[in-house]
């Protein structure tokens, strides 16, 4: 079928750059959200189901960044009989309505404790926009199950009274957990941050429902040349060479930082001389998370563990950017030294754990089965109005199993295996050839709300678009809004259609381009939301991101998990990854459509399709 034909117009994508805005205020603090006072405590009272997800987390009403993750070792416990219609029952439901981001709420401190994951989330208990923060609990034996506790944290507290902002956890020896957490002590305009702790009520208590805020914090204050204003979101700690050491994201004019502090019962903490790592013409570095990862295979790692075999990853959000990058690279225990691999660039183009909506991320190692996993929260993309008129706000995306590349040079990322519980009916698709223009239907499975895993081969390179060298200094994303879906090519663009309309109003491409280099070939992926939506007002980019991977055997694999406005997709085994937030007005529900499509000229067989409904999980 054709369905890049003469009587369809196709509008060449326009490239944007990042929609979050920055507020600086008088006295030069910034922030990365923008403040609706009138917003602020106005309750949902109808929460419309259109565009909510099916099997992400999110609370059933208001608005919620990031979250706090934590868990234990033990059998895993029944927790039905725990859950109640308590007013905070709806807690996980509500991570993406904002469409500026704040760095403040996030995965602020995943951990394992005695078999249970304690999900610890930034949450509006009053509204759909950021506002009347506190650090909403949800706990799971699975990670796709949650059942919703009472807040851990709130303001109440001189070193906490403006503000609990982002923070982390860590198991001290005797299986003790302790929470980090960035408090606020004075109102705008100064906003001076410190870093709090607080300890369970009741250790015996597996899901650690009541914390305590003792009375000696802050336990590290920016007393010795930090700036106040921008210090923030402590790291979960970890143990060498007799001290704790943690590191507190900041900023020193423009250049970001990552300050390291040491303690021996982490009580006392003392400053190192130097940070742990700094980078310039990079801003704010928020959300610091440090952790090393195997050479050999993909098996987790505690954050303490240090060897020849070990490389370790430095990730920070960019408050400048709103992106995430991270480094691979070798960390000196005796210095407190990290420097990156050359191979790593330290910067804005660094590499990425998702090239589309994802920031404030937090990975924690799943001491049970021993793995580390990464959790990374997508806000919305429509408007704070839009976002009071649905009742909710903000999404956490898939739990991700993350591991080094035998390449060494990159991590992969997967879906944790406990998503497909959810698997449903499944349907079935092999050896279909599409050639240039075509497009196919899966059918027999909600469009809407499914996981799909096709392996796409193509028979030769030969027709592979060269690659412009001009290229070379825009990024992926810019190289996608020129060579989007509709731009006939050589080898590609083929991919999905998701979240497609009938008559193909409104979709969302998830899809390879392949280019041939001076030295290689170039692998373009690409989640284009420019043609999502019939609605305007709505921010609608052209995800992209380069993928590294062997085209020896002439194969390209993706995953898409696609639940009513989220697309989070995986090529090439999790090498790249790219999540978009989209917002169609015919594609919904039952009139969602998804479709394997071609536009190159080289023809591309689906070699196989396996497509499943998902089942709606537990969900507070």
């Not at 109440?156 to 980090?180: H, R, V």
């Not at 992969?412 to 295996?417: N, V």
């Not at 060579?483 to 999905?496: I, N, Y």
């Amino acid at each position: 079928m054709e369905f890049f034909n003469n009587q369809l117009r196709w509008a060449l994508p326009v490239f944007l750059a990042s929609l979050c805005l920055l507020l600086l205020n008088s006295n030069g603090v910034q922030a990365s959200h923008n403040v609706y006072m009138h917003f602020q405590s106005l309750s949902a009272v109808n929460v419309k189901q259109v565009h909510r997800t099916g099997f992400h987390f999110q609370p059933k009403k208001h608005w919620i960044n990031g979250s706090f993750f934590q868990i234990s070792i033990s059998l895993r416990l029944l927790l039905l009989p725990f859950y109640n219609a308590h007013v905070y029952s709806f807690y996980i439901f509500d991570l993406a309505i904002l469409l500026n981001l704040s760095p403040h709420f996030m995965l602020t401190g995943p951990m394992y404790f005695k078999g249970v994951y304690h999900l610890f989330y930034q949450y509006n208990p009053k509204g759909a926009v950021w506002g009347n923060i506190v650090w909403a609990h949800s706990v799971s034996t699975d990670l796709i199950n949650w059942i919703p506790l009472e807040p851990a944290i709130y303001p109440s507290k001189p070193f906490d009274q403006y503000g609990c902002w982002s923070g982390s956890a860590t198991i001290l020896p005797g299986n003790k957990p302790i929470i980090l957490y960035t408090g606020i002590v004075d109102p705008k305009p100064a906003q001076t941050q410190v870093q709090n702790y607080a300890v369970p009520a009741n250790y015996s208590d597996p899901y650690l429902r009541e914390w305590i805020k003792p009375d000696n914090n802050p336990l590290v204050a920016a007393n010795n040349g930090e700036n106040s204003t921008a210090f923030r979101d402590p790291t979960t700690a970890w143990w060498v060479n007799g001290h704790w050491r943690i590191l507190v994201g900041s900023r020193r004019k423009n250049r970001g930082m990552a300050y390291l502090y040491r303690s021996r019962d982490f009580m006392k903490w003392t400053k190192a001389k130097h940070p742990l790592h700094s980078s310039a013409k990079t801003g704010m570095w928020e959300c610091p998370d440090f952790f090393p990862v195997s050479k050999q295979g993909a098996t987790g790692l505690d954050t303490s563990v240090v060897g020849e075999n070990v490389k370790h990853v430095l990730k920070v959000s960019l408050d400048v950017t709103r992106f995430e990058y991270y480094t691979l690279g070798t960390y000196f225990p005796k210095i407190d030294r990290y420097v990156p691999d050359n191979t790593s660039v330290d910067g804005w183009a660094g590499l990425r754990y998702d090239y589309g909506n994802f920031y404030a991320s937090k990975t924690f190692f799943d001491a049970g089965k021993n793995r580390r996993i990464l959790w990374g929260w997508a806000n919305e993309s429509d408007t704070p109005d839009e976002d009071v008129q649905k009742g909710w706000a903000g999404i956490q995306l898939i739990p991700r199993s993350l591991w080094l590349d035998s390449s060494g040079k990159q991590l992969l990322q997967w879906p944790i295996e406990e998503l497909e519980t959810l698997r449903g009916e499944k349907v079935q698709m092999n050896n279909v050839k599409l050639n240039k223009g075509d497009y196919t239907e899966v059918k027999g499975i909600p469009a809407a709300q499914t996981d799909v895993e096709v392996t796409f081969s193509f028979p030769s390179l030969d027709k592979a678009e060269p690659f412009d060298p001009s290229w070379e200094t825009i990024d992926a994303q810019k190289l996608c809004s020129l060579k989007g879906s509709t731009v006939q090519g050589g080898v590609g663009p083929f991919g999905l259609l998701t979240l497609a309309s009938e008559k193909l109003e409104e979709y969302t491409p998830v899809f390879f381009r392949i280019f041939k280099a001076q030295d290689k070939h170039r692998v373009l992926m690409c989640s284009d939301a420019t043609t999502s939506s019939l609605k305007d007002g709505l921010y609608k980019p052209s995800y992209a991101g380069y993928v590294d991977v062997d085209l020896a055997n002439k194969k390209l694999s993706l995953r898409s998990l696609i639940d009513h406005s989220v697309v989070e997709s995986f090529g090439a085994g999790g090498k790249t990854v790219i999540s978009s937030r989209v917002y169609p007005t015919l594609a919904v529900f039952d009139d969602a459509h998804l479709y394997a499509f071609n536009n190159g000229t080289e023809t591309v067989t689906v070699e196989t399709l396996d497509a499943w409904s998902m089942k709606k999980p537990l969900m507070n």
